[in-house]
């Protein structure tokens, strides 16, 4: 493994998140605001995460159930 000097990473990242129902507007605010910022930013919904998750990820085991 190969480190990086601090140096020359890239600055710290800035995450958004847009809550809100279904149809209630978060990807057309998030290209909205991809089209003004000054900075890039990415548009990433979370159903991409959680397609990227083994199945049982978030499951919990119980032991009183």
């Known amino acids: ?6 140096n020359l990473l890239p600055n ?9 129902t ?3 507007g978060k990807t ?3 290209t909205a605001v991809q089209a003004v ?3 890039q930013y990415l548009h ?7 397609d990227m ?3 049982g990820y978030f499951a919990r085991e119980r032991s009183d159930v």
């Open 12 to 20: 710290n990242g800035c995450i958004v998140v847009l809550n809100g």
């Open 37 to 39: 910022a000054p900075e």
């Open 44 to 50: 990433v919904q979370l159903n991409a995460f959680r």
């Open 1 to 6: 493994m190969t480190l990086v000097p601090r």
């Open 53 to 55: 998750e083994p199945v």
């Open 28 to 30: 057309s605010l998030a």
């Open 22 to 24: 279904s149809s209630s």
